[in-house]
T-cell receptor
C-alpha cells in the first residue's frame, strides 16, 4: 500500500480566513513533505518533516504553518493567504527522509484564494 | 538555475509504438533519479527510479536509461497505451541535499489511438 491521503480535495478561502490542509499516511514512513504546484510547473518543496521534527523550511512565508502531530499525520495551517497562493498543495512521504528514497504523493488539495 | 531539464514540453505517439521521454541534468552530485506520472488535478504517481550506479532499470513496459557522462536520462514506454497520456516529471536527488527532490518542468505525453 503506497497511499497518501489528503483532505479536503478542494478549498476556497478568503484572504482573512484560517484553514488547514490535512495529510495522512499509514506506510510507517517517518518523513513527510509539503509541496506547492502551480499550473504547468513542477512541484516546489515547501517543508520537510523527519521523525516529526521540521527539518527543512524552504523560506516559506509565515502565513503557511506546518504541523506534524504524529508520525502519520501532517497538517498545513493557512492564514491571511494571498491570491497568488492559489495552487495545488501536495503532500508526500518517504521512509526516513534519507537519500535514494522514493517519495509517494497524495492526490493534492486544490486551493483557491479569493 | 534549472538543474533538471525536460526540454520537450509535449510529445505525441501512436498507440503501440515506443514513447521516449528525455531529461537532462546539470548537477553532477545527483545520484538518484525518478520518473513520476501526473494526471490533471491528481498527485504525481511514482513510476520507476534508477540509482547512479546503474545505467538501466526496467519495470514492465517502463525502462529508464541513465547516461552519467552525458548527464542524461530517458524513460521508454513500450508499447504505449492511451492510458499513458499524462504529464511525466523527471526528478533527481543528491546525497548532499539529504535526498530532496529536484523536479524537471514535465513533458505532456499524448498517446493517440
Amino acid at each position: 500500500d503506497t497511499e497518501v491521503t489528503q483532505t479536503p480535495k478542494h478549498l476556497v478561502m478568503g484572504m482573512t480566513n484560517k484553514k488547514s490542509l490535512k495529510c495522512e499516511q499509514h506506510m510507517g514512513h517517518r518523513a513527510m513533505y509539503w509541496y506547492k504546484q502551480k499550473a504547468k510547473k513542477p512541484p516546489e518543496l515547501m517543508f520537510v518533516y523527519s521523525y516529526e521534527k521540521l527539518s527543512i523550511n524552504e523560506s516559506v512565508p509565515s502565513r503557511f504553518s506546518p504541523e506534524c502531530p504524529n508520525s502519520s499525520l501532517l497538517n498545513l495551517h493557512l492564514h491571511a493567504l494571498q491570491p497568488e497562493d492559489s495552487a495545488l498543495y501536495l503532500c508526500a512521504s518517504s521512509q526516513v527522509g534519507s537519500v535514494q528514497e522514493t517519495q509517494y504523493f497524495g492526490p493534492g488539495t486544490r486551493l483557491l484564494v479569493l | 538555475d534549472q538543474q533538471v531539464k525536460q526540454n520537450s514540453p509535449s510529445l505525441s505517439v501512436q498507440e503501440g509504438r515506443i514513447s521516449i521521454l528525455n531529461c537532462d541534468y546539470t548537477n553532477s552530485m545527483f545520484d538518484y533519479f525518478l520518473w513520476y506520472k501526473k494526471y490533471p488535478a491528481e498527485g504525481p504517481t511514482f513510476l520507476i527510479s534508477i540509482s547512479s550506479i546503474k545505467d538501466k532499470n526496467e519495470d514492465g513496459r517502463f525502462t529508464v536509461f541513465l547516461n552519467k557522462s552525458a548527464k542524461h536520462l530517458s524513460l521508454h514506454i513500450v508499447p504505449s497505451q492511451p492510458g499513458d497520456s499524462a504529464v511525466y516529471f523527471c526528478a533527481a536527488s543528491a546525497y548532499i541535499r539529504g535526498g530532496q527532490l529536484t523536479f524537471g518542468s514535465g513533458t505532456q505525453l499524448t498517446v493517440l489511438p
